[in-house]
């Protein structure tokens, strides 16, 4: 049968409504980062006062993103997201004021940070278990790639556009509009047509355990969620960390690193491109295969080579990472039953919150014994190996994307 195009797609309004909300909290959340780095910095200029907030912010993730795994499954998902969203609201609104009053300081910035993680982390689950709510199972590789390419998009000018509202008048209006940003998602969400609770009513540890043993016993879930942890460990240390100490020890210098990153992010709309039209029927090789790219930049880095090669890279990049992104998030809402997607979406996005420190720190302390070339190389190499050895998994080439609407899952 032949599938929707993305206009088929937008007439839906329920998908129209997600793709809007998805849109103006991208907007604000871009933007952020910028604005919140230098209301720190403009009351505290030491790096490890930064480091604090940041820290505070990513802290309750790990712990929350099982616990909203488990209300994604319990309770009403879309109350849990509107009330997710209203809370950093409230928390961006503030900080906003406390600049504007003078009165911001570490450790409140930090402790509204961490409040506004946490509530990522518990809404993140139920996210990213809508789309089969009112999208049929052969259209949602299309919905996912149409709900990213616009973000991605936003991704790209928003960092630049709130970088200059904080030049212009400081960065508390940049934290209102992220505030409002959020304010806004809420009531766009409260508004989606969401089923209740479909889980069972039993106790919170049962789920758990039973969310667990779902996991354990699906291997395409938790092997590449385990090889995609290694994977985008030394993708964060080599490419986020490595990256720009060698474009700072090199001619590279700040602008040419400027331009490898906006080539990652034109990958990524590339990507989204690819994935609209493209429909691979093993959709979980498609999804490990896309990852290969990754390791070019490194390669590209360890061996100095110029920009334009480097630039290159980075975009062949992004387009593997949007490709992978879309690919995985199709499988999931395709194959898993929705009354466990909740708790096994968070099982797999641990993986990934694991990633950052370690990438961070192992890459960090080996890069200063044996120097960042070394370690790119070497990173390169076992990027690539935990691909491959996954790509050899027959249980990966036996899973197909859904061909019909309302086949059953498995």
């Known amino acids: 049968m032949d599938l929707p195009t993305p206009p088929a797609l937008l007439r839906n309004k329920q998908f129209r409504m997600l793709l809007l909300a998805s849109l103006v909290s991208a907007s604000g959340s871009a933007m952020a980062p910028v604005a919140l780095a230098f209301t720190v ?14 820290a505070g912010s990513a802290a309750p993730k790990l712990v929350l993103l099982l616990v909203g795994g488990v209300a994604a499954d319990r309770f009403s998902r879309r109350r849990l997201i509107v009330i997710c969203n209203a809370v950093p609201a409230l928390t961006q609104a503030t900080v ?3 600049v504007l009053w003078g009165a911001a300081s570490t450790a409140r910035v930090a402790v509204f940070a961490a409040v506004a993680g946490g509530a990522s982390a518990l809404a ?3 996210m990213n278990s809508l789309l089969p709510q009112f999208v049929e199972a052969p259209r949602l590789q299309e919905a996912n790639a149409l709900l990213r390419l616009p973000t991605n998009l936003v991704r790209i000018l928003a960092p630049a556009i709130g970088g200059v509202l904080v030049a212009l008048v400081g960065p508390q209006l940049t934290l209102a509009w992220d505030a409002a940003s959020f304010a806004i998602a ?6 989606l047509s969401i089923a209740g609770p479909v889980g069972a ?4 540890l049962r789920d758990f355990r039973t969310g667990w043993a779902e996991f354990r016993g699906r291997f395409w879930l938790w092997s590449y969620t385990l090889s995609g942890t290694f994977v985008v460990a030394f993708w964060l240390g080599g490419y986020g960390l490595l990256g720009p100490v060698v474009a700072h020890d090199t001619d590279l210098g700040a602008a040419g690193w400027g331009t490898v990153q906006g080539s990652f992010a034109v990958g990524l709309v590339l990507g989204g ?43 062949l990049a992004g387009v593997g990472v949007d490709i992978s992104i879309v690919c995985w998030n199709t499988v999931m809402q395709q194959q898993l039953p929705d009354e466990l997607l909740g708790r ?3 099982f797999t996005s641990i993986g ?5 420190p370690l990438g961070y720190l192992l890459v960090g302390a080996a890069a200063a014994s044996w120097g960042a070339a070394p370690v790119l190389w070497g990173g390169a190499v076992a990027m690539t190996l935990a691909t491959v050895v996954l790509l050899g998994a027959p249980s990966l080439w036996a899973l197909r994307r859904v061909p019909v609407a309302g086949a059953v899952r498995a």
């Not at 029927?281 to 930049?297: E, F, G, K, Q, T």
């Open 41 to 54: 910095l403009g009351f505290d200029a030491r790096p490890g006062s930064l480091a604090i907030v940041l």
């Open 96 to 98: 906003a004021l406390l």
């Open 124 to 126: 993140s689950p139920a």
């Open 186 to 191: 809420a009531l766009l969400y409260s508004r």
């Open 201 to 204: 009513r039993g106790s919170v």
């Open 273 to 315: 491109v690819v994935s609209l039209r493209w429909r691979p029927s093993r959709i979980m090789i498609a999804c490990v295969a896309a990852n290969l790219p990754l390791a070019l930049p490194l390669l590209a880095l360890a061996a100095g080579a110029p920009l334009p090669v480097l630039a290159v890279s980075a975009a």
């Open 344 to 346: 096994l979406g968070s």
């Open 352 to 356: 990934e919150q694991l990633a950052v």
